[in-house]
């Protein structure tokens, strides 16, 4: 655009901001076509268009000729009004691509552009000058004071991130949606002065609510629910969502290297899902592979409680006790899951039936702590369309344990316990329960040989297929008034 605007200038032709971006953008995709998909670039180009279109119109401008004199004033206008309105406005024109992409925006992004904004414009600035001053000394203390700047930017970028309202899931909506959302912004700056301006807004704004009618009544009229055992490595991390829309996570997978599975995995996930807060975290047992995202979890995704099993809160790992400290530090309950407990939810599949959907805990038995992993928390999930046992590390052990009360096992899908090691899935808990599908939920390749060979035959000789999420990626079962429909996604 720089560019652009200087030959404009030695041609004597007067700039035209909009022109510029346009000529800009052209040139851009001319070099290189499929730069039109990079989201850097769709975001890029929609926050300029929409601070060119609407940068002028703040509101906040006054005309009172004593607020325009007054100093006061004069340093909220220029450094938090401006950059309220610019925040606002990039958002709202970036809205459509942020909501696609990722499924979210960042509502106190206008609090931390008023730090960011200033810093960045004064980086820019220094980074022009660099490119354009001959004498290499000076150039690089421009450079310098670009970095600085930028790095400081990048601080304070890092610090507003880490709260838990820096993110906020927005959809997933149809691109349709999408596109009348952008046409709405383009058309409210012409509200005052175009009568078909107005009356596209009145009429996408009728159709927005339409739909979000539509969406209500479909879910009441038709619930549903589904599980989905997530690819998240040699680990655990169940995501539930209840025919109300309530969603839980029962354990919260491994971390691989730096890298955090909340942040890699489990958070792109939920906004793709259009998860706004989760009900609860269920860890079924205190073994990394099976916590590890949950401290980066609660800090940075709105949670409202954490289940664990009463025996985890003697346990002295200090990973562990992590988890416990943040859930302290963000308010949120601490509970324990034993045998008997329910989770109960009540809807009406048509007019005239009314059907439930229960979570029902299985194990472990109260005031009894055993091995860790014979210990965890099984969790037995019923309604409308079908059933699903969730183990977590449940061992042979665990299952007789099981297996010497009165419950009822018989399930449709069962998730193996200990990803199909052979320290679980006993014939006879296999016969107990009877499932139409086996998941297990591993790493590839994995060092430990998950499934293990005898569980996989087990299976095979009891006609029971298996889906692996080293194979298959994620695994989601969705349940409605028809049954239960299985997809996977690498």
Known sequence: MFTVVQLGQLFQRKADSLNSLGVALLILTGIDPQILWNVGFQLSASATAG?????????????NEALKKNPLWKFLENHVWSAIWITLVATASTAPFLIWSFHSLSPISIVGNIFVVPLVSLGMQAGIFALLIPIPIVASIFCQAAGFLFRLSAFFVGRISAISMASVTV???PPWILLLFGILVISVGAWKRNAVARATVLCILLTFGMFCIGSEVQSKLKPSWKVAVLDIGQGDCIFVQSPQGNAYLVDVGVNTGKRNVANDKIIPFLQESGIRKLKGIIVTHPDLDHFSGATVLMREFPVENLW???????????EWLAVLNVAKERNIPIQDLRRGMLFLEKSHQNLNKLTSWEMR???????????TNSESITIRISGVGGSILLTGDLTKEGEREI???DIPLKTDILKLGHHGSKTSSSREFLEAVAPDVAIASNGRHNKFHHPHKQVVERLDSLKIPLWNTSQKGTVQVDFDESGYRITSAL
């Open 51 to 63: 601070i060119i279109a609407y940068g002028k119109r703040s509101p906040f401008t006054t005309q």
């Open 171 to 173: 959809g997933p909506f």
């Open 308 to 318: 664990v099993q009463e025996c985890s809160r003697i346990t002295e790992k200090p």
């Open 361 to 371: 805990i299985l194990h472990p038995d109260p005031y009894h702590c055993g091995e």
């Open 403 to 405: 297996l010497s009360t």
